[in-house]
């Protein structure tokens, strides 16, 4: 009695044979780059006795922080507003309570690519009256060269290593059978994939003279990336 033949290609086996064994490796990769681009947060307040006059002050506080960020012009890539309101706040009278005054705030942000202009501007909007500034934050674009290049050269660790095993056993490899991004297969962070950000608050009150711009040293970027690879290689002389 015969047996009928599979019909279709077999299904690899996951480990591996004999006749072509396998060999998992990792590639990873860990570059320092500078940064392309800076967050700034910039908060706009204002008071006032009733509800008109506090969200009069902060539409022209705003206008006038909007104003300034636009004149740098290309330096500027973004430009965004966030939150906004008007919050009363209220006081003890006899035994209730009444409104004392009205708090109104805007959060706006602004990401530049000229690095050279950003210390000035952060203190000329550090220098208006009830503006408070966060940052700035050092970033790469999502799309950034730099994840290539470290995709790139965890590809190209992962093949060296997997030739180095093979050359160690006197043979070559054959053929690649899997390459994937360590997350595809084990949603996992990186622990310091995250780039760090290094900020910092300022708020001043206006003066009369203009102050000296910031001296900002961009804080350099880490970008990682890790591959796990599988590779055949020809049968090795034991």
Known sequence: MTTPEAAGPQPPVPYGTPDAPRIAVRGEAHLEVDPEIARLGITVTARGRDRRSALDDLTRRNTTTLDLVKSYGDAVERLETGAFSVTPELTKHGRGERIRTYHGAVRITAELTDFTALGELTTRLADLDLTHVDGPWWALRPDSPAHRDARTQAVREAVQRAREYAEAL?????????????????????????????????????????????????????????????FTMHPPRL
């Open 170 to 230: 006197g043979t070559t490899l054959a053929a690649l059978v899997e390459l994937a991004d360590i997350g595809a297969e084990n949603p996992m962070p990186h622990p310091a994939a995250a780039g760090r950000m290094r900020s910092a608050a300022y708020s001043m009150a206006a003066e009369t003279e203009a102050a000296a711009p910031l001296d900002l040293e961009p804080e350099r970027q880490h970008v990682y990336a890790t591959v796990n690879a599988r």
